[in-house]
């Protein structure tokens, strides 16, 4: 790509734990090129981050706005960006952007969230999420006041409030379940993915009712599979169904107004469908929000405001 073509670009850069994904964003807000791998801020020291960091400048020379969202602001970082506390709206964000230099490319850092819950007074944090959010409310892909959901490794369950994060909550369900499935007791009782099939929605019920804690359901899933009560075969799916209806408890007692929504779904399609299905089976309604670029969409809106312009 020429320089011609690059004018009026910007670079958004989504790194997280596990993965390095970097954009160029036209002045429409639109990806026209991308690059990504699995490197990670884990994985890194701040040598290999600099390396990271000049790939994207030889790859894309002359474009001088570049913004970072995600763990690069961590405490595990180049440098902690902070979080700016909620109830907080895009502008908010905006003016926590904190300037640093990688290497010879200079950086503007997205700061992450935090809030301190209304229902159970206790806090919680996030990063990189908050950009892709923004960016969904600025392409009217989400509503201005609701629950919204991110199911992935973290799950987010947010409560938006006029445009603004109010408040969320974050279930570590997808970690569990990759962790547990990886090595140790339950990786024995797996044998394939996880799917909407009956032995899931019995693990949803078992989540929900909560008749033990989820240490004692955990360890039972292999109980039940070593006695012929769960096929082998369907040990990923009630494992996955009884991580996500113990999550579904705890959002619907964080928010009680999640019930009588239709709440929109964002993330991995597979992922997005389990979650989907998990939901109807409790009468919840739900659907899937397109998510692809809206994170450049939070990019481009951060460096309008830093203008002083509307994108």
Same mark, same amino acid.
């Given at each position: ?67 970072? =969202? ?15 506390? =909620? ?25 992450? !969230?935090? =809030? ?69 007791? !339950? ?125």
């Amino acid at each position: 790509m020429n320089q011609k073509h690059m004018q009026g670009c910007i670079v958004g850069i989504n790194w997280g734990s596990s993965n390095f994904r970097a954009y160029l964003i036209d002045a429409d807000a639109k990806v026209v090129d991308a690059m990504e791998a699995p490197a990670g801020i884990a994985g890194l020291d701040r040598d290999g981050m600099i390396r990271h960091m000049a790939s994207v400048a030889v790859r894309w020379p002359g474009v001088t706005h570049v913004y970072a =969202c995600g763990m690069i602001g961590s405490n595990i970082g180049w440098i902690d960006a902070g979080y700016v506390e =909620c109830p907080v709206a895009l502008g908010g964000l905006a003016q926590g952007l904190r300037e640093t230099r990688i290497g010879e490319v200079e950086v503007l850092v997205v700061p992450g !969230l935090a =809030c301190r819950r209304t229902r159970d007074n206790a806090s919680d944090i996030m990063r990189g999420e908050e950009t892709e959010l923004f960016g969904l409310l600025v392409s009217r892909r989400l509503p201005q006041s609701g629950i919204v959901a991110l199911p992935g490794t973290h799950t987010k369950w947010v409560r938006m409030d006029g445009g603004r994060v109010r408040e969320f909550s974050t279930a570590m369900s997808g970690e569990i379940f990759d962790r547990l499935t990886a090595a140790g007791l !339950l990786a024995s009782i797996v044998d394939g993915p996880a799917h909407a099939s009956p032995a899931f929605f019995d693990g949803v019920r078992a989540g929900v009712r909560r008749d033990a804690g989820l240490g004692t359901l955990l360890f039972g899933a292999r109980a039940a599979v070593i006695r012929g009560d769960i096929k082998r075969s369907e040990g990923a799916s009630y494992l996955r169904g009884l991580l996500i209806g113990s999550e579904v408890a705890d959002a619907r007692a964080l928010f009680p107004e999640l019930a009588e929504a239709s709440i929109p779904l964002v993330g991995s399609g597979t992922v997005c469908a389990l979650y989907a299905a998990a939901l109807s089976h409790l009468d919840i309604d739900s659907h899937a929000v397109e998510s692809r670029e809206a994170i450049a969409r939070g990019f481009a809106e951060m460096h309008a405001l830093r203008l002083g312009s509307p994108a």
